[in-house]
């Protein structure tokens, strides 16, 4: 098998480029971000499978899954789409019924993050728990996070582009702050180490060397 420094610089994983600030890059990037969300996603997805069946699960894998979507998708990730939203509710009054909903799941999201992390960090540390009960936790979790992420695509993001102007987008670029992403930016950040290298056998799984 190859070193996984070696894959750094494969496309197998989505990297955020610089945000230079155009409606293109804001777009691309939440893009991006949706794309490697759903690849943490199946990985908490086959723990959560394991879980269920009593087998052995990787915890701390666990545990840094759930660290980084509450570091990152909750912190920059959702509070950006919230700013893009805001504007296009004032452009397209239809759309604000989807955005109530979609910013409500940010706060569900992010609540049942914590709350999964919690429990997973209390059995870390040998506190009694219900295998079904944090199974079950986590295929909500998952499930929700799917369709939310569908949902943005499907109805808001498409809209944003085609809606706001170029005043909008200089509006957003002002009101979000950037930030490099913690696992999948050009920096990876040390406490993701094992999350990393899970997400780069991941990748050789699906897509051997020849
Ligand atoms: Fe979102
Ligand atoms: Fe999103």
Redesign the pocket.
């Known amino acids: 098998m190859p070193e996984y420094t070696d894959l750094i610089t494969r496309d197998n994983i989505q990297r955020r480029v610089n945000t230079n600030q155009s409606m293109l890059e804001i777009i691309s990037n ?1 893009r991006a ?2 794309t490697n ?1 759903a690849k943490l996603l199946q990985q908490l997805s086959a723990q959560a499978a394991l879980l269920a069946k009593g087998e052995y699960i990787n915890y701390q894998l666990l545990a840094e899954i759930m660290q980084y979507f509450i570091n990152y ?1 909750d912190i920059h ?2 509070p950006c ?1 919230e700013q893009i939203f805001k504007l296009l509710r004032n452009r397209l009054p239809e759309t604000g019924g989807t955005i109530d909903k979609i910013t409500a799941e940010h706060n569900q999201i992010a609540k049942n993050g914590a709350r999964i992390l919690d429990d997973v960090k209390q059995i870390q540390g040998n506190a009694i728990f219900s295998r079904m009960d944090l199974s079950a936790l986590l295929h909500a979790y998952i499930e929700a996070y799917k369709t ?2 569908e949902t ?1 695509e499907r109805q808001l993001f498409q809209r944003a582009e085609q809606s706001l102007t170029p005043a909008d987008w200089q509006e957003i670029v002002q009101a979000i702050k950037t930030c490099e992403d913690p696992l999948f930016g050009n920096a990876l950040v040390g406490e993701y180490q094992s999350l990393y290298k899970s997400i780069m056998a991941q990748a050789v799984t699906e897509n051997p060397v020849q």
């Open positions: 939440l971000d949706h969300i998708p990730h959702h789409e939310h992420i943005e």
